[in-house]
């Protein structure tokens, strides 16, 4: 267990307020018992689920489509590559971790939960968005130009993929109910390549945008599966525990080093948002390149808003895993330490932090507050 890591036993557990009733007990609107913005994410997703069940997914092939998606997130070349990366993590790593530090187990989790019911979400949602922007906009989609070759249309939808990967990260961090869906990928203080899979299952709605690219130029050519799974290799081995910066190459392509920046345990965290490319950073003046006192930085939340496994004697992974995923619903006025956008600038070239912490507590790494204690509910 990392040496910061300290906390008291009730720490493990989300914090809940007892919740305030009516003067003579009525219940309350059902905006105080649900954070109603992230129900309209969930909202969003049941639609485009219905309208592509109910369209048989634009006739696309569904069964076929996880088949493909499966060998992306756990196919023998993604497993592969993410072996191949546990071992770089030891021999290189970044931050000493003991070879089963919790976060490593909680990810494991993250990454049975994605090859298993993310993946059927995922092909519904990238179906059904297929078909209603087909619908709506059949102009987008461009006629085959016989004078471009293929290799030149599939380069131009992976770069214009990776900026709209890229935008909606940003959204991630500048959005507040999108952040309370992020918030859970930025909670990992034992970064990992497995960490690429910590994420809200609903956070993929902001990402149907980078599908936009595909649909445009599928006439002119499709990503291959082998080149979405060397994506998925680039971001995950963004995640890893590894001391490697990738010298000249790092200026253009994400380094363990650079998006650690990103993870930052404190500062901006809307700094180095590039999934494989850092163009998008540097043209948006986001880019902050790592140095030797940013290699070893350590990540997470400052005060841990949401629950994590390194809190508590035990690390209760099961139960943690459920809480981080009803965490985003829950309303803000229940939450202790509510979520902060963390938000930076540039200044004379420098990156200056601009967020501000109008109802933060004042808390310590191990989420022990001095704010009033917190009700158990
Ligand atoms: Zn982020
Ligand atoms: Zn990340």
Known sequence: MPSFVVAPVHSIAPVVRRRPRGANGAKLAPASRVYLPALSVAGIAAVLVWV??????????????????????SGPMTLGIVGVLLVVERVRPAQRRPIFARGYRQDLLYMVLNATL?????????????????????????????????????????????????????????????????????????????????????????????????????????????LLVLYGGVVAFAHSNTNLGFGLLGRVFVSPNYHRIHHKLDGPQDV??????????????????????????????????????????????????????????????ELANPPTLRTGTRWRGEMVDRTSHPSTPSVDRAGRGTAEEPVLG
Not at 133 to 155: K, N
Not at 275 to 303: H, K, M, N, S, Y
């Open 118 to 226: 993310v993946v059927p979400l995922v092909i519904a949602l990238t179906l059904s968005f297929s078909e209603v922007v087909h619908q709506a906009f059949p102009w987008i989609v461009l006629t085959r130009v016989g004078t471009v070759p293929r290799w030149a249309a599939i380069a131009a939808i992976f770069v214009a993929m990776d900026g709209l990967n890229w935008l909606a990260h940003l959204g991630n961090h500048r959005v507040r109910v999108l952040w309370r869906f992020h918030e859970l990928h930025h909670s990992q203080e034992d970064m990992s390549v497995m960490t690429v899979f910590r994420t809200h299952p609903l956070i993929h709605v902001s990402y149907l945008i980078a599908l936009l690219p595909g649909i445009v130029l599928v006439a002119n050519g499709a990503l291959p599966t082998t």
């Open 52 to 73: 592509g069940w109910a369209s048989h997914w634009g006739g696309a092939n569904f069964a076929g489509s996880i088949a493909s998606l499966r060998v992306v997130v």
């Open 272 to 333: 180095n948002l590039g999934f494989a490319l850092t163009i998008w950073d540097q043209l948006f003046g986001r880019a902050v390149f790592p140095t030797e006192a940013t290699i070893r930085t350590e990540t997470g939340l400052p005060g841990r808003p949401l629950v994590v496994e390194q809190a508590g004697d035990r690390p209760r992974h099961l139960s943690v895993f459920a809480a981080q995923l009803v965490a985003p619903f829950r309303p803000m006025d």
